[in-house]
C-alpha cells in the first residue's frame, strides 16, 4: 500500500492549534491511501463513514481535565458493517504503516458502531486515555 503526500498534510493540519480543522478523513484510492476530507464539524465527519467500506480518520477534540480543558486526538478506524471481508483483511495490515505518519494520539478507536462516534464518546475515550 501507497501513502499519498496529502495524508500527512492533513495530518499536521489537524494537529495545529491554529486550524479551524478538526478532522481529516482518509480511504483507499485502488492500492493508495488518499485524503477524503476534512472538516470541523462533528455531523459531516459521520457523514463520511460509508457501510460498506473502511475509512481512517484523524479527529481532534477538546477534553475537560479538572477545571481546564485539553486538546486531544484520536486514530479511528471504521469498518462499516457492510464491509468486505477482503477490505476487512487489509486493515491490519496497511494499519502500521498508517501510524507510521499518524503518530500522535491518545485514543486509538476501531468500531462499525456509529454510536461509538458520537462526539461525546469520542471525548470519553480520549479522557479515559489521558490518566
Do not use: C
Amino acid at each position: 500500500m501507497e501513502i499519498s503526500a496529502d495524508v500527512k498534510d492533513a495530518y499536521e493540519t489537524v494537529r495545529r492549534s491554529d486550524s479551524s480543522i478538526r478532522w481529516a478523513t482518509f480511504v483507499y484510492s485502488g492500492n493508495v491511501l488518499v485524503l477524503d476530507q476534512t472538516g470541523s464539524d462533528h455531523e459531516a465527519f459521520l457523514a463520511r463513514l460509508p457501510q460498506d467500506a473502511p475509512v481512517f480518520a484523524y479527529y481532534r477534540a477538546e477534553v475537560p481535565v479538572a477545571d481546564a480543558t485539553r486538546t486531544r486526538f484520536a486514530f479511528i478506524t471504521w469498518v462499516g458493517s457492510n464491509t468486505s471481508p477482503l477490505k476487512k483483511g487489509k486493515i491490519p495490515v496497511d494499519k502500521p504503516a498508517i501510524k507510521q505518519i499518524i503518530k500522535d494520539f491518545s485514543a486509538d478507536i476501531t468500531t462499525s458502531d456509529p454510536a461509538e462516534l458520537a462526539y461525546e464518546r469520542i471525548q470519553d475515550k480520549l479522557s479515559a486515555a489521558s490518566y
